[in-house]
């Protein structure tokens, strides 16, 4: 919607809903739909607001703020989903036979004996973005740009797997509300022929969970720290610039982060409050990129140009 010539704002809405109720590769599951195809739901919503202005002849802003909303489910249809097993070290039976746990079963026309589906559980999270840039011409050689990016997220999950006996099963279970950002400036310059940019960026974010100290004994109700903010300076440079008639040098360089993905810090997967078959680790450090670009561009006969980079 325009404001007036100089003012822009745009609304944006996004919607993903997806059902699952389909066979997988295994042919038992073409004679039963109920307990051998699980039922998934994977849900988004994204919701945006941009604005855009002129503040003078030379100067421009950009704004931006995103909601995300994700939501997945597995739900096998058990016609009791509290009660998935029978412990025959207990003493329980069906039809008088001491069994080990309702988890295989006859159901195909050939009397196959089949699983029933052992995972369950749902995800979900909220992501909210806020990004902004301010771009100015301050003379005939010099723009500059500055801007930032903050996001911050709520991350659910509580998934079980193996229901078939309470000595197995093995939980995924967090609540997590983890935050980063950026902030960047640089110049971009031209004289005579030249054309350089130099810039600097700080990134920085904290998981904002609790870690075990002693990382050779995590155990439930063992003793935690809390996560840091972790900061880094990245410089960025960019140099064109002729050194002949027909030839163009350019050179770059720039300093990158990543930090480690979600599912590497909150994913641990319990068995008991000692025992876990996957643990994640929030003290993971974030990869680290150091990029190089040098080479000539050379301009040959016919409209053909070589460039030659490493």
């Known amino acids: 919607a325009y404001i007036d010539n100089n003012n822009k704002f745009t609304i944006s809405f996004s919607y993903n809903d997806r059902f699952i109720n389909d066979v997988d590769n295994n042919p038992s599951s073409w004679f039963d739909r109920i307990f051998q195809v699980p039922k998934q739901t994977k849900l988004s919503k994204l919701y945006g607001i941009d604005y855009n202005g002129v503040l003078s002849k030379s100067t421009f802003i950009n704004l931006g703020f995103k909601v995300l909303n994700t939501y997945e489910d597995v739900n096998p249809e058990f016609l009791d989903p509290d009660k998935f097993r029978n412990n025959a070290a207990n003493g329980e039976r069906i039809g008088g036979v001491s069994v080990s746990y309702v988890g295989r079963f006859r159901n195909t026309p050939f009397g ?36 930032f990016q903050l996001s911050s997220y709520y991350l659910n ?23 980063e950002g950026g902030l960047f400036v640089q110049d971009k310059m031209e004289f005579e022929g030249m054309v350089a940019n130099f810039g600097l960026r700080y990134d920085f974010y904290n998981f904002n969970t609790d870690y075990f100290i002693d ?61 876990f078959s996957k643990i994640g680790n929030p003290t993971l450090k974030p990869e680290r990129t150091n990029a190089y670009d040098v080479g000539i561009v050379q301009s040959l006969p016919f409209g053909f140009t070589l460039d030659v980079s490493a």
């Open 157 to 179: 999950a509580y998934k079980e797997s193996n229901v078939k006996s309470f000595t197995e099963k093995s939980v995924l279970s967090f609540t997590a509300y983890p935050y």
């Open 215 to 275: 990382q050779f004994q995590p155990r439930l109700g063992g003793e935690t720290a809390k996560t840091e903010t972790f900061g880094h300076f990245a410089p960025r440079l960019g140099i064109s610039f002729p050194i002949s008639e027909n030839s163009v040098f350019h050179l770059n360089y720039g300093s990158f982060i990543q930090r480690p993905s979600f599912n590497r810090i909150y994913y641990t997967t319990w068995v008991s409050k000692t025992e």
């Open 112 to 147: 196959s004996v089949n699983d029933l589906t052992l995972n369950r559980g749902i995800e979900r999270s909220n992501t909210y973005s806020l990004v902004g840039n301010i771009t100015t011409q301050i003379d005939k050689g010099n723009m500059i740009k500055a801007g």
